[in-house]
């Protein structure tokens, strides 16, 4: 997967539709803290009461979230290695 591919991946994952590209070093720094922010948030949601779905869903997204997060750590030592 292209750098611009994993950009355009994760902006439609978080719902992103208004996000710039600067470089590609910084775009991928910023997806990755926009990433950290949305696992935070769905680890809390997952601590409270919730239906069986509802943290089904969770769950799901926190797994797709890490598989990004996991991709975009990779391609950004890349870049730190170059």
């Known amino acids: 997967m ?3 591919k994993f950009i355009d991946s994760v902006k439609e994952s ?3 539709d208004e996000f710039k590209k600067k470089g590609k070093k910084k775009s ?3 997806l990755l803290k926009k990433l950290e922010d949305r696992r935070e948030k769905i680890q809390k949601a997952l601590g409270k009461k919730l239906d069986k779905k509802e943290k089904k869903a969770l769950s799901e997204e926190l797994d ?5 997060i996991k991709e975009g750590e990779k391609r950004l030592d890349r870049f730190n290695n170059r």
């Open 2 to 4: 292209s750098i611009a």
């Open 28 to 30: 991928i720094k910023t």
């Open 14 to 16: 978080l719902g992103l």
């Open 64 to 68: 797709i979230i890490a598989l990004h």
